[in-house]
């Protein structure tokens, strides 16, 4: 830590719009071999909707203008809904990053009817077009793109105002595939395509997959005409502001995660300031962008 700190001040940063990402559960009805999230530290919050509305309020009056919803799986919190709808009326744009599986279900239609005003953002996981590779990597059973391709056009329908992204891991299983097909059906209003990263300690054993530098530039070469957002897995390194389940800060390390606190407890700035967290590469990898997509009284326009 320290050696990649921006000497940039955060007193001369408050003024730009940061995002944080809750990965509220750990748990998962997937089991992806390169799955970073099911040891997580902490025990998922979000079953306690107080502490929980109290940790979005201080990230909301401490400036932070986004929450991304993430996991593990994060419909698998019953409370995902009820955090939606306080994190919005707070002021935040909100946005969701899910597997697809529950939106493509009866449940995610009641869902969207009675929570996607108050989303402005719903990511799923799509690595590939071909249901057998999906299989491969444990994302789903079989029927995963099926699933994905319905969840989209549901949020379509039922929210046409969400905005769809699709996260792609590129590996040594997909990066020669062609995901135009797939990729024109669902349309997406953003499509990120990440190289497998692997965090020692916690996803090792999917060494294997990641793809060499060049095999990834393959991919993204092969697909640039649909413009994908793309970030090596040192871009993804220390760009992100995470919480673990209990809604604590925390830094990726050389072997594992290490907790550095809760913005219950302190000012999510100063925390900061004790985290690896590099504001200038976060601005870089084009972490600010049209967040806020729905239209009620509070959103404003980034
Ligand atoms: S869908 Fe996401 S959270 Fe679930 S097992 Fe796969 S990588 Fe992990």
């Known amino acids: 830590m320290g ?42 919050l979000c079953n306690d909707i107080k502490r929980s509305s109290l940790l979005l309020e201080n990230l909301a009056s401490n400036g932070i203008s986004r929450i991304n919803f993430t996991g593990g799986e994060p419909f698998l919190c019953q409370t995902l809904g009820e955090l939606v709808l306080i994190a919005s009326r707070l002021g935040m744009a909100t946005s969701i990053v899910t597997n697809g599986y529950r939106l493509a279900e009866e449940m995610g239609t009641r869902f ?35 699933r994905v391709i319905k969840a989209a056009s549901k949020i379509r329908k039922i929210a046409p105002h969400i905005g769809v992204k699709i996260n792609t891991i590129v590996t040594k299983l997909n990066y020669m595939e062609d995901m135009h097909p ?13 190289q497998l990263k692997i965090v020692p300690g916690i996803n090792t054993a999917a060494s294997y997959l990641v793809p060499t530098h060049e095999e990834f530039i393959y991919f993204i070469d092969h ?5 994908p957002i793309y970030e090596t897995s040192i871009d993804m390194t220390n760009t992100y502001i995470m919480m673990d ?47 806020y997509r729905r239209y009620d009284k509070k959103s404003k326009s980034i």
Not at 223 to 227: A, F, T
């Open 245 to 291: 389940q209990d809604g604590n800060l925390y830094d990726e390390t050389d072997n594992g995660y290490r907790v550095i606190g809760s913005p219950i407890e302190k000012p999510i700035h100063e925390l900061l300031e004790r985290s690896a967290f590099d504001m200038h590469r976060y601005i870089k990898r084009g972490a600010v962008y049209r967040w």
């Open 3 to 44: 050696k990649h700190k921006s000497p940039m001040t955060w007193k001369a940063v408050r003024r730009i719009p940061l995002a944080v990402n809750w990965h509220m559960i750990s748990a998962c009805n997937y089991k992806c071999v390169f799955c970073f999230a099911h040891r997580l530290p902490g025990k998922p």
């Open 112 to 146: 969207l009817e009675k929570y996607g005003r108050h989303i402005d953002w719903i990511g799923m996981s799509l690595d590939s077009g071909r249901e057998e590779i999906e299989k491969i990597l444990g994302r789903g059973y079989g029927d995963h793109v099926r």
């Open 182 to 194: 797939v990729l024109e059906k669902i349309t997406p209003d953003r499509w990120k395509v990440f």
């Open 223 to 227: 697909h640039r005409d649909l413009n």
